[in-house]
């Protein structure tokens, strides 16, 4: 069991009419007696009433009978909804972030009604949320995640190193904004002070990050990170463009289901292709994305685009033809 499956058994048998010996929750629940003393303040800082009488032997823990579960309840559909969201960080394992966002949610199950509680255990088998590639996380990703919450949360600036796809290393003077997920990875909208912007970094991309403490800046009146992606075709901002994509009539089943982008469009043409039409920033998340459908995509507009995808795939197909390793 894990630690909230235990502290909802303890609260089970502590809740019994004469409660339970506190020798026989160190044994059940492979307790030594620090933790078991930590368990107890777990509970206690959940407002649980908890007694703790005798010594030894003899000590009993018990919750007073007077009391009935008050303050935060929750419902199996909210338990579901806790679970499920944890599995969407799973990509964060082995970081402070994900053993804290996992200790809340642990210090939530004690909530769950005692005729959930069994349900409530068999969730990981139900429910799992299958992973993308994942970025890799090291130590040193743990403490620059815990630099830039606490850099958010309080409005330091901060001094970091950054490493650029390339290997280009540069010193950046950062205001934090906020702090997204996309794909597995976390991504900090973040203003560049020497160069007066708003941009996307790659945490991981960071060698090293220190926030001044006893520095504040202030976020500009109306900042929304949802406007600074508006025009992104996923994480990466850029001037939008008008956008024309033609796909063949074996995938538009496929395109037509998706939500691309808040602004596409679509269009049947007298071919039998749908063109797709969208107002996005041209990137390389957009040419990578146009490039995974080869023949079955046809970039219509801009040709500026059309010719960058046409080079690409041409380059692909030499590779190939040449038999190139």
């Known amino acids: 069991m894990n630690k909230a499956q235990k502290l909802v058994k303890m609260v089970e048998l502590m809740s019994r009419r004469g409660g339970v010996a506190a020798s026989e929750l160190s044994r059940r629940f492979d307790l030594d007696a620090r933790t078991l003393r930590r368990y107890l303040s777990d509970l206690k800082d959940m407002d ?41 960080f799973n990509f964060l394992d082995g970081t402070s972030f994900a053993a804290d966002l996992t ?3 642990e210090r939530l199950e004690p909530a769950i009604s005692r005729a959930d509680a069994d349900l409530a255990r068999q969730l990981d088998t139900k429910f799992v949320a ?3 590639p994942t970025k890799r996380w ?28 390339g290997g280009m290393i540069s010193e950046k003077e950062l205001h934090p904004y906020t702090l997204a997920t996309y794909r597995q990875g976390l991504y900090l909208f973040g203003f560049d002070v020497a160069n007066g912007q708003v941009k996307t970094y790659a945490l991981e991309r960071f060698i090293d990050m220190k926030r001044r403490r006893s520095e504040r800046f202030e976020a500009p009146s109306g900042w929304e990170p949802r406007a600074h992606i508006a025009h992104a075709f996923g994480i990466i901002s850029a001037p939008p463009e008008h956008v024309a994509i033609a796909f063949s009539p074996q995938v538009t089943g496929y395109i037509r289901e998706r939500v691309w982008h808040p602004t596409q469009t ?9 063109e797709l039409g969208l107002q996005v920033g041209v990137t390389i998340e957009l040419v990578n994305w146009i490039c995974s459908f080869g023949a079955d995509a046809l970039v219509v507009d801009p040709l500026s685009l059309r010719d960058r995808v046409a080079q690409i795939l041409r380059a692909a ?9």
Not at 51 to 74: F, M
Not at 138 to 164: F, G, M, W
Request: glycine share 8%; proline share 4%.
């Open 266 to 274: 679509f269009r049947t043409r007298p071919d039998g292709w749908l």
């Open 130 to 132: 299958v992973p993308e």
């Open 48 to 88: 649980i009433p908890i007694q703790d009488d005798g010594r030894g032997e003899s000590r009993i823990v018990s919750i007073d009978a007077q009391w009935r579960r008050t303050g935060v309840q929750l419902s199996l559909a909210e338990v579901l909804s806790l679970h499920f969201g944890r599995t969407l």
């Open 103 to 105: 200790d809340a949610i």
């Open 138 to 165: 090291t130590e040193r990703s743990s403490e620059i995640i815990d630099e830039v919450i606490s850099a958010l949360v309080y409005n330091n600036p901060v001094d970091a190193r950054y490493q650029k796809v």
């Open 317 to 325: 197909a030499a590779r190939y033809e040449g038999g190139q390793e």
